[in-house]
């Protein structure tokens, strides 16, 4: 029935930046910022779900380093897990195949874009991590 969707986002860094990604009109939560990823498929651990979702999404491979933190929220019709690693570019280009926009954001900014609602905890753990 209404069962928890597992979802992986790539916490992809440079120079201290990390990638946010602006969801579409045409997407489900329109114009809000993510981090790019999305859905795991079944047979796919975490990690093969990101690298996957990544190609898909920005045509570019990276690797996959420490899992962030797994949270869950429940949307009015669905119910997601957000699980977060923090990942490296394996490449330098990234084409954008279905988001609106991408921004490089200096952690004490992130919370100055407006966030899917499930990703504010992890937004936050970063923030202290990557500022510590
Ligand atoms: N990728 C991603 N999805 C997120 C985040 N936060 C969040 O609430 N979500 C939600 O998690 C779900 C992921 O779905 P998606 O649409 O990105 O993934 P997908 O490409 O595998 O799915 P689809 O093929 O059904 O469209 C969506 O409901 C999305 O709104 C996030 O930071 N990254």
């Not at 946010?20 to 093969?48: D, I, N, Y």
């Not at 999404?57 to 797994?70: A, G």
């Not at 019709?77 to 394996?90: D, E, H, Q, R, V």
Request: net charge neutral; aromatic share 6%; hydrophobic share 40%.
């Amino acid at each position: 029935m209404n069962q928890r969707i597992e979802v992986v986002g790539a916490v992809i860094v440079k120079e201290g930046k990390v990638l946010c990604t602006q969801r579409s009109v045409t997407m489900r939560l329109p114009h809000k910022w993510e981090f790019p990823g999305g859905k795991v498929e079944a047979g796919e651990t975490l990690k093969e779900a990101l690298v996957r979702e990544i190609k898909e999404e920005l045509d570019c491979v990276i690797q996959v380093n420490e899992k962030i933190t797994r949270t869950e929220f429940d949307y009015t019709k669905s119910k997601i897990a957000l699980n977060t690693f923090y990942c490296s570019l394996k490449g330098d280009d990234i084409e954008l195949l279905e988001h609106e926009a991408m921004k490089w954001v200096a952690p004490k900014e992130l919370l100055k874009l407006t966030w899917a609602p499930a990703d504010i905890p992890t937004v936050r753990m970063i923030m202290r991590q990557m500022n510590d």
